[in-house]
Every structure is written in structure tokens, then in C-alpha cells.
């Protein structure tokens, strides 16, 4: 077994004091070291097969090059397909720029310690989190206190870094969709709770369509998920069961609709004929669904991307271009909402929607008032 170099035989080899080859390879801020003795020194690194360690780079730096995913339920790891899509583009970035992720599941936000644990015993530079809550008390202190942290939905009660799509838009316009092909009993089934951010988002754009269309908002027409298909399954019985009038259905994700789907065939409801389905996500195995799913198109893996991307610069003290990024997405029109073959969205290659690589993929927010959707069909 091939016995792993020191930095002492990089020192020697290369004829400086080890805290002077330490430095250069640990790449420590705010030294002196002249160019030509790094380059010396990296040369001999590169011969002799040196890797540096990660304690090691944790005590020059001060850094662990660590993030912490902090996903708000842990059962989201379970049932949730665009939590690992998002995890795959954090991962992503954090090969490629020399930083480890430890994700962690937070049930309860609302005790003081929360995330604080990680901060204080320093075992991370950085919090992503996904799904935040609004009663969360700790999260909106640890960013006023500077500590870099990324959310993948507004946080209301302060102003952190940022990576989203324009969820409410997008939900008025896969329900607007609903309304446009005649159905005026619309459902609307989400994929969690009413502490989630991204369940009031999209339940607002759910409202603001039928306000849109003259149509009373009812209560009655809203069920609650939670997270699984199991779940969604449950909510449609629940809500036919209520209103067996309803024609349509926008869930609050894919998942969700997956549910939604087992639901109506257990009750004898064709789809579309008998209740048209929109989800939101499209996660991989939307188009491959019988019948294939209208969806809102999130892109998650670029989601992880960006936020990785985002909290390292924080991280370095870097100001990041823009604080707030905005990605595109759009609805995807299929077979599951019963539109007709013309206003159907074409099938991009699977080699066409592969996840790039990283560094490949331009920065695309939209500006304000731009139209998030892009080119939505009817």
C-alpha cells in the first residue's frame, strides 16, 4: 500500500520551513510568499503526489469547507424526488471547489438551538436550506448576524441570500391553465403544511388565478399533503369525498400528484376525461407517467448549483453578483390536464435536459417584470 506523503518531505524536497509549504498548500489568505517559491513548492507537490488533508486545511484557513444542508423534514429525504436532484448540484459544485456537505434534518425550527448547534461547534461555513419555515425563529437571526446562509424560498421576516423560482406566478399560471380549458371546480391539493413557505406561495397563486377568472376562492376545494404520494392519495379522497364535483386538480408538487393519480384510478375517475391533473416540478418520471403529467418544470439541480455557488461566496467574503437569483421555469404541458395535441409542450431529449457541467450552465434571473414561465403554452 503506497504510504501517503507529508508535508515534511514536500518541506525537504522542496527546501523552505514547513509553515512556509503549509501555507502555499493549504492556500492560506493574506500571505507574503513570493510567486516563484509558491510555484516551487507546488511543483514539488504535484511530483511527489501530496493531498492535503482536511484537518489540515481547517487550521490554516480557519474553514472547515463544509455546508450544511438543512432540509426542515427529515421525511422529505424519503419521499421528496427534487430534494435529491437539488442535492446532486450542490454536490456538484462542491467537488469541484474542494467543499463537503453535511446534510442535516431539522424537525423541530421553533427550539432555540436549532441550527445553532452546527454554527457553534464550527462544524460548518455555511447553511443551505430548503423548504424553510415561517415559524422559524432561529434561521432570520443567524443571517442577521452575518452568518452565510442560502434559502431556496424568501424568508419574509429578513433578507438572506436567495435561490428560487417565482412560485406564486408559476402556481397562477398551471391553475390559469386549469381554468383556460374550461373547468371551474378546481382543486388544489399541497404537497405540506401551511408552515412551509413554498406551500403558502403556492396556494396564493392558486387564489390569485381564481380571483383572476371571477371564480370565489373556497376552502372547501384545498387539501393537505404532506410530503408523500401516501399522502396526496389521502387528500384527493378526502376532497372528492367533500366535493365530488371537482374537474380538475393542481397539486403542490409531483409527488403529490403521483398520489393524486393512485387516488382517482382507486375511485373509478379517469384522467383527464373525468378530473384533469396539472403537478409542480416535473421531476424525471412526470412524462413517463400514464397519463404523462402537466407540470410546472423547476429546475432543481440548478437550484443546488447556484446556491452552492452563492454560499461559498459568502463563505470567502466575496459579494456574490446578485443576492437574490431568480430562475426561469415553465409550465409543461401533457397529456394529464386534457389539452389538446396542439398545445402540448414538445419532448426535449433526454441528452437535452442532462444536468450541465459545473461552470457550463449561464446565470439566467429574471428581471423584474419579466415573465418567469418563458414560452408557457396555453
Known amino acids: 500500500m503506497r504510504t501517503r506523503v507529508t508535508l515534511k518531505q514536500?518541506?525537504?524536497?522542496?527546501?523552505?520551513s514547513l509553515t512556509t509549504v503549509s501555507l502555499v498548500l493549504n492556500d492560506a489568505p493574506g500571505t507574503t510568499i513570493g510567486s516563484a517559491t509558491r510555484a516551487r513548492v507546488l511543483a514539488v507537490a504535484r511530483e511527489l503526489g501530496y493531498v492535503a488533508s482536511a484537518a489540515a486545511r481547517s487550521l490554516v484557513s480557519g474553514r472547515t469547507h463544509t455546508v450544511g444542508l438543512v432540509v426542515c423534514h427529515a421525511e422529505h429525504l424519503v419521499v421528496d424526488a427534487f430534494i435529491p436532484q437539488t442535492l446532486y448540484g450542490i454536490n456538484q459544485?462542491?467537488?469541484h471547489l474542494g467543499f463537503r456537505v453535511l446534510v442535516e434534518a431539522v424537525e423541530?425550527?421553533?427550539?432555540?438551538?436549532?441550527?445553532?448547534?452546527?454554527?457553534r461547534a464550527k462544524q460548518i461555513d455555511g447553511?443551505?436550506?430548503?423548504n424553510p419555515r415561517r415559524d422559524d425563529t432561529r434561521l432570520p437571526q443567524l443571517v442577521r448576524d452575518g452568518f452565510p446562509v442560502v434559502t431556496l424560498a424568501p424568508l419574509p421576516s429578513c433578507d438572506p441570500a436567495t435561490v428560487c423560482t417565482d412560485e406564486p406566478r408559476l402556481a397562477e399560471a398551471a391553475t390559469a391553465h386549469l381554468l383556460r380549458l374550461g373547468h371551474t371546480r378546481v382543486g388544489h391539493v399541497t404537497f405540506a403544511p401551511s408552515q412551509y413557505l413554498a406551500t403558502d406561495a403556492r396556494l396564493r397563486g392558486y387564489r390569485t388565478a381564481l380571483e383572476a377568472a371571477d371564480l370565489a376562492f373556497?376552502?372547501?376545494?384545498?387539501?393537505?399533503?404532506?410530503?408523500?404520494?401516501?399522502?396526496g392519495?389521502?387528500?384527493?379522497?378526502?376532497?372528492?369525498l367533500r366535493d365530488p364535483d371537482v374537474s380538475a386538480l393542481f397539486c403542490g408538487n409531483d409527488t403529490i400528484a403521483l398520489g393524486a393519480l393512485s387516488a382517482l384510478a382507486a375511485l373509478g375517475r379517469r384522467v383527464p376525461?373525468?378530473?384533469?391533473?396539472?403537478?409542480?416540478?416535473?421531476?424525471?418520471?412526470?412524462?413517463?407517467?400514464l397519463p404523462p403529467l402537466t407540470t410546472v418544470r423547476s429546475p432543481a439541480v440548478e437550484h443546488g448549483r447556484r446556491a452552492m455557488e452563492l454560499v461559498i461566496a459568502l463563505i470567502e467574503g466575496r459579494a456574490p453578483a446578485e443576492r437574490?437569483?431568480?430562475?426561469?421555469?415553465?409550465?409543461?404541458?401533457?397529456a394529464s390536464c386534457g389539452a389538446p395535441e396542439a398545445l402540448r409542450t414538445p419532448e426535449l431529449d433526454a441528452e437535452a435536459v442532462a444536468p450541465a457541467a459545473v461552470g457550463s450552465t449561464p446565470s439566467r434571473p429574471v428581471a423584474a417584470g419579466a415573465d418567469p414561465l418563458g414560452t408557457m403554452r396555453p
Open 324 to 334: 437574490q437569483v431568480l430562475l426561469d421555469a415553465q409550465l409543461v404541458v401533457r
Open 233 to 240: 392519495a389521502a387528500a384527493v379522497h378526502s376532497l372528492l
Open 273 to 289: 376525461d373525468d378530473v384533469a391533473v396539472v403537478g409542480y416540478d416535473d421531476i424525471p418520471t412526470a412524462r413517463y407517467l
Open 218 to 231: 373556497e376552502p372547501t376545494l384545498v387539501a393537505v399533503g404532506a410530503f408523500s404520494a401516501a399522502s
Open 93 to 95: 459544485v462542491a467537488r
Open 10 to 16: 514536500v518541506a525537504e524536497r522542496a527546501g523552505g
Open 108 to 119: 423541530d425550527v421553533t427550539r432555540p438551538d436549532a441550527y445553532h448547534e452546527m454554527v
Open 127 to 130: 447553511l443551505i436550506v430548503i
